[in-house]
């Protein structure tokens, strides 16, 4: 039930009614959690083109040694993020992931600036490290919201909240493609960290948000932030193999981080060869990132949750490997950056629009264990396992062309739908229960978990 509000809601809570069926008592945690999105993604956005244009310097053919030495780093990381967060009260671990991040580029602005930024080693680690913490910031911040906003609010509001990082997402690359070549890419990464230290006050004022809303009797999810997560630093791992409905959710992601690879490989080498100066591929990877988020933020603010609410869960798993294996025969018969670039851009536009916001509230039916923990195994170490094994696979297909890898593509999409029409399915076997593992639990025993 929601908390007892004033009569007259304010303009902007009529207005948010209006447009997204966003309820007065929800207003303040939405729109926190839209600027909180904003910040993180605009300022990984501005640090993206900078991690992508050192990629190339590194060499295109060399992508598989440094998508191995970043599943080598996600392993690391992965249970050192859970054995903090079993050690250290959520509410004040949550802000200092988006803190640490912030030290870590400045670090790095240092070094660049002090060294070299034409170093390989020194790249290979900006871009092992930048290709680390992307995964784990976003993954947190889902995690944040599907521990905010129950289930039913998730179909409303998930992609209304993906807007605000879309909003960022069109921010960070306008700052990158217009600051690029007058600023360098080093200067770049102090802006970056600057939006994430704001990002981390956001959050801080989020969680103090939702106690308010447990306290008022709101309609959120009934766990707390002012507590440790227990167990023990692997718990992600045990809870991921333990449960089939988590296993789903991981493969999916892994067919999904297949397909990017495999696109971002063949956009690489065609961006490499189109534009020999880094600060022109800076700006071409800046330019795909603007149109992208600049299509996406229509359909997430007007669209996103009517369509999900009208079609379901499922089509929204389901669009991607539709689209993807029209692209890849597109890919096969016209394989020129214009096409590429033209099917990144799609293939994207949809991913943020509905494929993720309706992953994220696959999320919102399993326990804060799993959400802390197994979700940040998936999201981190199985999306880095993708990144590796599709860029080794990839490696060995290329020299049979960019037909090679649309087939393998193709081939991909098509195990990548069933998987998608199985996840759906389960989920919305979930009624008036909690999914884990295999088990569906009443409300009662959920809230005291």
């Known amino acids: 039930m929601p908390p007892s509000s004033p009569s007259r809601p304010s303009l902007l809570a009529r207005v948010l009614k209006s447009v997204a069926a966003i309820e007065p008592f929800e207003v303040k945690a939405v729109v926190l959690s839209m600027l909180y999105?904003?910040?993180?993604?605009?300022?990984?956005?501005?640090?993206?083109?900078?991690?992508?244009?050192?990629?190339?310097?590194?060499?295109?053919?060399?992508?598989?040694?440094l998508f191995t030495m970043t599943l080598v780093a996600s392993l690391l990381f992965a249970p050192l993020y859970s054995g903090l967060a079993a050690r250290i009260k959520l509410s004040s671990f949550l802000p200092w992931v988006y803190g640490f991040v912030a030290l870590t580029i400045v670090a790095f602005y240092a070094l660049f600036v002090s060294i070299s930024d034409q170093n390989r080693w020194l790249i290979a680690a900006f871009f092992v490290w930048v290709s680390t913490f992307n995964v784990l910031i976003i993954s947190v911040f889902w995690t944040f919201m599907a521990d905010i906003f129950s289930r039913t609010q998730a179909k409303r509001l998930f992609g209304f909240v993906a807007a605000g990082g879309t909003i960022g997402s069109i921010i960070g690359p306008a700052i990158a493609t217009l600051l690029a070549k007058r600023l360098g890419n080093s200067n770049l990464m102090l802006i970056s960290a600057a939006g994430f230290v704001a990002t981390a006050l956001l959050v801080r004022m989020l969680a103090h948000e939702k106690?308010?809303?447990?306290?008022?009797?709101?309609?959120?999810?009934?766990?707390?932030?002012?507590?440790?997560?227990?167990?023990?630093?692997?718990?992600?791992?045990?809870?991921?193999?333990?449960?089939?409905?988590?296993?789903?959710?991981?493969?999916?992601?892994?067919?999904?981080?297949?397909?990017?690879?495999?696109?971002?490989?063949?956009?690489?080498?065609?961006?490499?060869?189109?534009?020999?100066?880094r600060d022109a591929r800076t700006q071409a990877y800046g330019l795909i990132d603007l149109l992208v988020n600049s299509m996406a933020v229509v359909i997430q603010l007007f669209g996103s949750g009517r369509i999900i609410a009208r079609f379901g869960v499922k089509v929204g798993l389901l669009l991607n490997p539709i689209i993807m294996v029209i692209a890849f025969l597109a890919i096969a018969f016209s394989p020129v950056l214009l096409i590429l670039?033209?099917?990144?851009?799609?293939?994207?536009?949809?991913?943020?629009?509905?494929?993720?916001?309706?992953?994220?509230?696959?999320?919102?039916?399993?326990?804060?264990?799993?959400?802390?923990k197994a979700k940040n195994v998936i999201d981190t170490v199985v999306y880095r396992f993708g990144d590796f094994s599709n860029a080794w696979v990839s490696s060995l297909i290329q020299p049979h062309g960019v037909t090679g890898l649309a087939i393998f593509g193709l081939?991909?999409?098509?195990?990548?739908?069933?998987?998608?029409?199985?996840?759906?399915?389960?989920?919305?076997?979930v009624r008036s229960g909690e999914l884990v593992g295999d088990e569906v639990r009443p409300a009662a025993e959920r809230i005291k978990a």
Not at 47 to 55: C, E
Request: glycine residues 6%; positive net charge; charged residues 15%.
């Open 37 to 65: 999105f904003f910040f993180l993604f605009g300022s990984y956005s501005v640090v993206k083109p900078v991690r992508d244009a050192m990629g190339t310097i590194y060499g295109v053919d060399h992508y598989q040694q």
């Open 211 to 277: 106690q308010r809303l447990l306290a008022a009797g709101a309609e959120v999810q009934h766990t707390s932030l002012d507590h440790r997560l227990r167990g023990n630093p692997f718990d992600g791992f045990v809870l991921l193999m333990r449960s089939r409905y988590l296993l789903l959710l991981a493969m999916f992601l892994l067919l999904m981080t297949w397909i990017s690879t495999i696109v971002y490989f063949q956009l690489g080498d065609l961006i490499t060869h189109a534009f020999p100066n």
């Open 341 to 372: 670039g033209a099917i990144q851009v799609v293939r994207r536009v949809a991913e943020y629009a509905l494929a993720k916001p309706t992953r994220e509230m696959l999320f919102t039916v399993v326990d804060q264990q799993s959400r802390y």
């Open 411 to 429: 081939i991909t999409s098509a195990v990548w739908f069933p998987i998608a029409w199985l996840l759906g399915r389960r989920y919305d076997s």
